[in-house]
């Protein structure tokens, strides 16, 4: 498990700057929508790629947190 290889310290920053991150590109995308400007196409990359490593990295962050007993 990743927990095995990957402190819980180290995988929370991993998981708040993936979000920081997920805040910027969204609102550089919004920005431009905004304007009615042309979407650069490394935006367009960016924001795919971006929802491509989210899926593996939410993934990895649910087989990571400890099941509640209620």
Do not use: E, H, W
Not at 23 to 32: D, F, K, L, P, S
Not at 36 to 51: F, K, M, N, R
């Amino acid at each position: 498990m990743l927990t095995d290889i990957i402190p819980a310290s180290v995988r929370r920053r991993v998981y708040a700057v993936f979000a920081v991150l997920g805040v910027v590109i969204g609102a550089t995308q919004v920005g431009y929508a905004a304007a009615d400007a042309g979407q650069p196409v490394a935006l367009t990359v960016v924001l795919a790629v971006y929802a491509f490593v989210g899926g593996a990295l939410g993934f990895t962050a649910a087989q990571n947190t400890p099941a509640v007993d209620r």
